[in-house]
């Protein structure tokens, strides 16, 4: 179809550009009063005393909201989509015992005690912020401390400090996935093995836009308004937020903002302070807003990542792939959010090699930190960094190429679609050839020589290599609406994703006018409002264009169904000689065509026309796809390391990700480099600390967490694949994350290599000067102990 490929510029740009977007803080209420939150200053504690009658009596204060102010409004905990193992399309984790998951009460403010630092306990409504932080100096509250534990595999230790008296260990999910025994038998008749052990540290979204909400009431009808950005989107969080109220969801109306300043995953599911400011609304009778300040996101925004690995590696002498067993233990923070990053990492860990047998455990912790989400490619980051991590490791200490290691356990097209050891069935994929053409692209065949200069100058220099699949699923329903204006010549479509910077206005339009012939700029798309989005699941896991295309195809297929229907009656011939090609419908065997427009408006007059064919054009679609996606591709990262401070630089970075077709290249492209800043960013630099013994968040502002910034950063070198998924009726493939997803593992790969010669093994994330200058002097002393041992 003609535009379907074609790399059009973003039409959203313009407008962003000149600083005419439209965002959460711009979705006003006229005479909003301002809600500002009370904050734990304790990970762990429990609430002795609260009085707040000093606050309420201040002037200027509307309310003063408590948990127990909640609790008596009949307010219900947040009914966050944790799922059950018997749902969806991954595999299923249970407990060994067959008992679900853990579901803990996360209310909008607790009563009884805090479980992290940052969580609201209170809430002042005033006329300012200003006014409402001076109340807030007016609470008073006591506190039983509590001892707390941050790190998952500490927390889940016995004796542990217990954060939920149903949760024994703070396990919240352990289970057992691949052939146990089988492994066990396959690891004992190996050649080779090799162990891996490793944290993937937290790191949170840090939008550009910090969250942002604001909520009113209409006594009169009993209907709810939440203005508020989100990337589930709006038909979720309105069910939730009216399950949370015990309302009907008729009476809740959710609008999202057409632009959103960042998202990632960490805006997708319903947050406390929106259930406040719909309650406070309601009881005083007006509109209330909230605006996040940076600390306070850094304290309380869902976060993401955060998973200590234990794996092992099998291998025959000749290399070949025998059998991976692992222990995977995600923090899943204070509360259960989500479960989804552990279940889809844990099912993906031996990516896309041949390994015949394997097992997992999958343990979720629960932590006296802030509650971890779904964030950019949802656990395939970690799965990846540690098989490629050990793929590098074996290589290194049995002696065998590192890439001709993968080569040999890579999954041949002949056995596809392939079964990985974990159940999970990958459809199609040129794996090979990818990865060849990522190692041409970065030539990796120079790169010997470029090492070598650089140790001329002093510098140590790494390559580092990583191929990645993806199982991407999410929410399966979606729906689109098209109508046409023959008169004005355009056309609206409803649909139940929401953009959040991913370019839908523009691939969206895109794809409608390939479908029906017309340019792209007729077609408007209409989003984030539940008064006319009737159903669909907002953006994450790569379904966006995954489902849409699904439903506009059958909606369009029903459009041009109607035009060629409406031809027929006009020139008096049967519908199967009207044919629709290259924008126009065609009578076979004469000189006659129409438009679509011209046909939507006779439609529309309806003159001459069977009463049936008459009025405007419109078609709906509703689908359910259940299933996984699987994106894949290769990268290679070359860095620079100075051994005497560890400083580091990314010199080149290539990319090759298959995403079955792109629709538009230019903005796979776009998704590809900012894929890659964060996930080499994490590698290097971003971290959400806290402190082992109270729990105190380290990293709170700007001034302590590190990001990503241009000028760490080469030019990208990046390609497209595009062998079509036959899982997909148009061949698509997600696109938006694969820059992320090899980039730990090909990162610290690459600053392994740069310093293998010094004899450093690991390097542990976020690999920062301070690190590598201390891996090195570790690996000096270990060397020197060595050889003094040997005399």
Known sequence: MKGIGEGIRRTEDDRLLRGAGRFADDLAFENAAYAVFVRSPHAHARIARLDVTAARAHPGVLAVLTGKDIAAAGVAPIPHSIGSSKIGADVALANADGSERARTPHHALPSDKVRFVGEAFAAVIAESVDIAKDAIDLIDVEWDELDAVVRATEASRPGAPLLWSHVSDNLALEAVIGDPSGTDAAFANAAHRVSFRSRVQRVTGVHMEPRSA????????????????????????????????????????????????????????????????????????????????????????????????????????????????????????????????LNKGVQLMTSLYRVPIASAVARAVMTNTPPTIPYRSAGRPEAMYAIERMIDLAARENGFDRIDLRRRNMIPTRDQPYRNPFGVAYDNGAYEAVMQRALDLADWDGFEERRAEAR??????????????????????????????????TIDVIVGTQ??????????????????????????????????????????????LRFASIVFQQASGTIVLRGRSVLAAMSGRPLEDIVFADGLFHVTGTNRVATLFELARQSEDGNGLPEALRGPFRAAADAVTPGLAFPYGAAVCEIEIDPETGEWAIERYTSVDDVGRALNPMIVHGQTHGGIVQGAGQALLEWSRFDDDTGQALSASLMDYALARASDFPSFVTDLSEVPSVNHPMGFRPGGEGGTTPALGVTINAVVDALAHLGVRHVEMPATPMRIWQAIQDARAERTQSEGADH
Request: charged residues 20%; hydrophobic residues 40%; aromatic residues 6%.
């Open 456 to 489: 001329t100058r002093g510098r140590c220099r790494g390559i580092g290599f990583g191929n990645y699949i993806e199982g991407t699923s999410g929410i399966p329903r979606e729906r689109a609406e098209i109508a046409i204006d023959g008169s004005a010549e």
């Open 499 to 544: 953009d959040t910077g991913q370019g839908h206005e523009t691939a969206f339009s895109q794809l409608v006018g390939a479908l029906l012939g017309v340019p792209p700029e007729a077609v408007r798309v209409r989003t984030g409002d539940t008064d006319f989005v009737v159903a669909g699941g907002g953006s994450h896991s790569g379904r966006s």
């Open 214 to 341: 604001a909520a009113s009431h209409d006594k009169a009808t009993g209907q709810y308004v939440l203005r508020a950005s989100s990337g589930i989107g709006v038909v979720m969080m309105r069910d939730q937020l009216a399950a949370t109220l015990g309302v009907d969801a008729g009476l809740v109306r959710v609008v999202a903002p057409p632009n959103v300043g960042g998202n990632f995953g960490t805006r997708n599911a319903l947050y406390p302070e929106f259930v406040v400011l719909a309650l406070a609304a309601r009881q005083i009778g007006r509109p209330v807003k909230h605006v996040a300040e940076r600390t306070e996101a850094f304290l309380s925004d869902y976060q993401g990542r955060d998973l200590e690995i234990e794996a092992e590696l099998a291998l025959d002498a000749e290399g070949n792939f025998l059998a991976f067993r692992s222990t995977n233990t995600a923090n899943v923070g204070a509360h259960t959010v989500s479960y989804v990053p």
